[in-house]
């Protein structure tokens, strides 16, 4: 039974990638900051396999350490849990740095440090997903904060992989979708026209099982090149 360690899994894209990988058998660790949520997920999940949920904050070292101690063995570390900043985005001309910190903390120095601990784990193959956003690449105006801190995690997941030829590094941006995240970066806005996390799965899913090789990729180019057999 393999197993994945996925944080911010009560909600969204982590509770989607979570559920998927449960109905294939996988041995599951996941977090997520407020209890209540985490525990009725690992209640759901619990029905379809071994599953361990611990709630806490990814930017606590503590938390982190007893984690990778739960997990025991891994073969996917899944960087999910992010945090937006302030709502309404300021521009970076008024950004608060101490908000941006927080910000730098969870996107981009607490996914490092899960993997610090987490490369003592992987066997050969292991797969490292760091997930990112269209705003890591693109200058949308608001989005400085979020954007230049899924920037910085993409370019630690290029150096991993290059400094870790052993395990597959994943870069994965899963596209617009209707989440609490993206509902915060449009306060007041109807999202409903975006896609539910669920579609952005296979292509995760593409990459957890399958043979690609270290990189960044757009999930729904994968489920595309699958439905055209290509």
Known sequence: MPTALITGASRGLGLALARELADAGWRLVIDAREAGPLEMTRSELAAKTDVIALPGDVSDDAHRRQLIAMAGRLDVLVNNASVLGPSPQPSLATYPLDALERVYEVNVLAP???????????????????????????????????????????????????????????????????????????????????????????????????????????????????????
């Open 112 to 230: 490092l440090a899960l993997i610090q601990l987490a490369v003592l784990l992987l066997p050969p193959g292991g797969r490292i997903v760091n997930v990112t956003s269209d705003a890591a690449v693109e200058p949308y105006a608001g989005w400085g904060g979020y954007g230049s801190s899924k920037a910085a995690l993409e370019q630690l997941g290029n150096v991993l992989a290059a400094e870790h030829p052993e395990l597959l590094v994943y870069i994965v941006d899963p596209g617009d979708m209707r989440t609490r995240l993206h509902q915060e970066a449009f306060p007041g806005e109807d999202i409903s026209d975006r896609p539910e996390p669920e579609a952005s799965v296979p292509g995760l899913l593409a990459l957890i099982d399958g043979k690609l090789p270290s990189g960044r990729y757009r999930t729904r180019d994968l489920v595309a090149a699958d439905v055209s057999g290509g």
